[in-house]
């Protein structure tokens, strides 16, 4: 599921963890890199290379908070690329839902939801 995700999101030339970055920040502009590989369950040794990609792309940049923390927040060309992503993301998830039995749907996203609290 995830490899057909991945395959999707190349149409925007993102990975999988790339897009989860752009979709966690929207709308936030106070989460660091760490906050971010928190939430996400990211590496820290993993997290410069990804934030590096995205700044490069100019989909986000990094702000300064305080003395010592940067924020990283979404550009307006990450907000484009965002719009991409969460067509892709719902498309896909639609599809998923129609692979699942008519009978069963009603009941598996909240199944699901349950598993990751």
């Not at 999101?9 to 897009?19: K, Q």
């Not at 927040?73 to 998923?96: K, N, Y």
């Amino acid at each position: 599921m995830m490899a057909e995700l991945g395959t999707l999101l190349s149409e925007v030339d993102l990975r999988v963890s790339e897009a989860s970055i752009l979709l966690l920040i929207d709308g936030r502009d106070t989460m660091t890199s760490s906050q971010i590989g928190t939430a996400l369950d990211i590496r820290s040794a993993n997290m410069a290379p990804l934030i590096g990609r995205l700044v490069t792309r100019g989909l986000v940049e990094r702000v300064p908070l305080d003395g010592k923390s940067m924020a990283i927040i979404l550009t307006p060309d990450g907000e484009a690329i965002l719009r991409e992503v969460r067509r892709i993301t719902q498309t896909f998830e639609q599809d998923l839902l129609q692979r699942i039995p008519t009978e069963h749907r009603d009941h598996f996203v909240p199944a699901l939801n349950a598993l990751w609290r």
